[in-house]
């Protein structure tokens, strides 16, 4: 870490942990249903994964972003966008509220902003912070890799607790051999079945990498048409408005009208008031998971 910034923030994808924490368990049907009928199993997994990262990143400012429903300016452009998703399961509709009233209780803000994606908040704070400090960003989805800069790493989630995949601008480099910001261009092209939209038919990663390494940029490769085989110009030209369409739903947007103050996203954990949180729910057994005495 650059030594200039003793600040490190950690900025979560709130709803990426959640989901995941949920579906590991209930997989089984272990939803920890508490005294007063809650399903506590995915904010329990949450706060697992949320404070082993926190132990073993050591930031100094932590922040969570949430998606606020469904509807975004995304689907307003494109009626398919996520229409793929199932509606959440009823045991996981009760624990969005109560995941972030403990967030809160670790004094850490919540953040998100109807009509915007989780995403959109997390490039547009990554991006205002990254001048003052270094900015973790804590997700299990590869999207959030094209806001990867200097000062701004991506953490992925992987199997289990405590297993990162941690990817800087360098590492994105040597493992796509393009630069973060072309893969707004990269999913474009291939567009991406988890969000539902097509890109260009017939042209798969390894094309859209090549064309990219090439030509830099969509409007590289449409300058160089005529440089391109006959089967990629062809499906190129039969898809073109899709992928104009495809880059806007896959930039994420880093000029959303949400702030983070830095004071406020302090790391510093009343132990009392997140036991409190902790005793009310009935979550047992998390206390010891994390010895928060060496924050309070």
Not at 210 to 217: A, D, F, N, S, V
Request: charged share 25%; hydrophobic share 40%.
């Amino acid at each position: 870490m650059n030594n200039k910034n003793q600040h490190s923030l950690m900025l979560v994808d709130g709803m990426a942990l959640l989901f995941r924490a949920y579906f590991a368990t209930a997989v089984t049907g272990q939803f920890m249903i508490n005294s007063k009928g809650i399903p506590t199993n995915g904010v329990y997994g949450f706060v697992k994964h949320f404070l082993t990262a926190v132990s073993k990143f050591k930031p100094t400012h932590v922040a969570v972003c949430w998606d606020m429903g469904s509807k975004t300016f995304r689907t307003e452009m494109y009626d398919g966008y996520k229409a793929n998703r199932p509606d959440a399961p009823v045991e996981l509709i009760p624990q969005f509220d109560l995941v972030k009233e403990v967030v809160e209780a670790f004094n850490v803000p919540n953040i998100g902003l109807k009509g915007y994606e989780a995403d959109d908040c997390i490039g547009t704070i990554a991006r205002q912070a990254s001048e003052i400090a270094h900015v973790n960003i804590l997700t299990g989805d590869q999207d959030i890799l094209q806001l990867l800069d200097d000062q701004i790493s991506v953490v992925l989630l992987q199997k289990g607790y405590g297993n990162y995949l941690v990817h800087t601008k360098d590492t994105f480099y040597e493992s796509k051999g393009i630069h973060p910001k072309q893969m707004i261009d990269l999913k474009a092209f291939m567009g991406d079945t988890s969000d539902n939209y097509p890109g260009v038919k017939g042209i798969g990663e390894k094309t859209a990498l090549k064309l990219l390494q090439q030509y830099g940029h969509i409007e590289g490769v449409l300058a160089n048409l005529d440089q391109l085989t006959k089967a990629q110009r062809t499906k190129i030209e039969q898809d073109l408005e899709m992928l104009h369409l495809s880059r806007q739903l896959a930039e994420i947007k880093c000029d959303v009208p949400v702030e983070c103050a830095m004071e406020e996203a302090a790391w510093l954990i009343n132990r009392e008031k997140v036991m409190d949180k902790f005793a009310e729910i009935e979550f047992r057994g998390l206390h010891s998971f994390l010895d928060i005495k060496e924050y309070a």
